[in-house]
């Protein structure tokens, strides 16, 4: 009898506002990120990079992405090779809302809640943020948030709404 393995789907965020060199700005950043990604399990959908102002201290635009991706790794182990990628892509954690070269979250997974001492999904602050929620909407507009039921298109909407006093 063939053995199956558990497959499981993410989506990631992926923010860069730092270059790491005059050949990897930002967007290529992103781009160089997916391709490592890519070796983790099958990329089944890439948004377009878009620009995004910073939040708190920082004043350099990001460029913001996400991935939806399907890989046997689960949770825990799917972070740790995320961040491997950080730190080879020159990630280094200095201030929280500084500047950085990398930063890839896992946002959503198939299997809905992960709570660890070390992750939990889905991301606590995805909901309230555009720059995740505009990138996972150009992929996944349909896909669920386990906690509130609502998809991210609705999420995006009612967030819009709140920031535009409408």
Same mark, same amino acid.
């Given at each position: 009898? @063939?053995? $199956?393995? $558990? ?5 990631? @965020? ?27 399990? @099958? ?8 620009? $995004? %102002? ?21 949770? *825990? ?8 990628? *950080? ?36 991301? %606590? ?42």
């Amino acid at each position: 009898m @063939a053995k $199956t393995s $558990t497959r499981h789907v993410y989506a990631l @965020a992926l923010g860069s506002n730092r270059a790491l060199s005059a050949r990897l700005d930002p967007p290529r950043l992103l781009g160089e990120a997916i391709r490592r990604i890519a070796e983790l399990g @099958a990329v089944l959908s890439v948004a377009p990079v878009m620009q $995004t %102002p910073p939040i708190g201290p920082s004043r350099r635009v990001f460029a913001n992405g996400a991935v939806l991706m399907e890989s046997p790794l689960p949770p *825990e182990e799917m972070l740790s090779r995320l961040q491997a990628i *950080e730190r080879a892509l020159g990630r280094q954690r200095f201030r929280r809302w500084g500047s950085r070269r990398l930063d890839i979250d896992i946002i959503l997974w198939s299997g809905g809640r992960w709570n660890s001492r070390s992750l939990r999904i889905p991301h %606590p602050a995805f909901r309230g943020r555009d720059f995740v929620l505009a990138p996972l909407h150009a992929i996944a507009p349909g896909w669920r948030d386990p906690m509130s039921g609502l998809s991210i298109r609705h999420l995006r909407f009612r967030l819009r709404k709140a920031v535009s006093g409408g």
